[in-house]
């Protein structure tokens, strides 16, 4: 049974930084293509960030490229997000996926995951 377990979520002030990270059992997240999903209070949820299998490739949402990097660790198959620079805009619920389709363009949306986290609360506020 695959279970996603995030955690690292917090308070931030803008300008501050977190680091989030996914805990993977029942699945070798390096098999797989595996990501980041946020969602704001009354929005839909959204991608953030994508890595391809096995970490050959990486996909941004515009809105938080060159402040957020994605990064696994197989020896502890898990998957990380730092968060730099953050924004009140970034607040949400952030979620591990593990998708079961990929786009070569990275155009991903909700439609592309398999598996989901249950989430870890990101809130950037002064």
């Known amino acids: 049974q695959v279970q996603l377990v995030e955690s690292g979520g917090g308070l931030v002030q803008p300008g501050g930084s977190l680091r989030l990270s996914c805990v993977a059992s029942?699945?070798?997240?390096?098999?797989?293509?595996i990501g980041w999903y946020r969602q704001a209070p009354g929005k839909e949820r959204e991608f953030v960030s994508v890595?391809?299998?096995?970490?050959?490739?990486?996909w941004y949402h515009s809105s938080v490229k060159g402040r957020f990097t994605i990064s696994r660790d197989n020896a502890k198959n898990t998957l990380n997000l730092q968060m730099n620079n953050l924004k009140p805009e970034d607040t949400a619920l952030y979620y591990c996926?593990?998708?079961?389709?990929?786009?070569?363009?990275?155009?991903?949306?909700?439609?592309?995951?398999?598996?989901w986290g249950r989430g870890t609360q990101v809130t950037v506020s002064s």
């Open positions: 890595s391809s299998h096995y970490g050959r490739d990486t």
């Open positions: 996926a593990k998708l079961s389709t990929y786009s070569d363009t990275g155009n991903f949306t909700t439609s592309n995951v398999r598996f």
């Open positions: 029942g699945v070798t997240l390096d098999e797989y293509a």
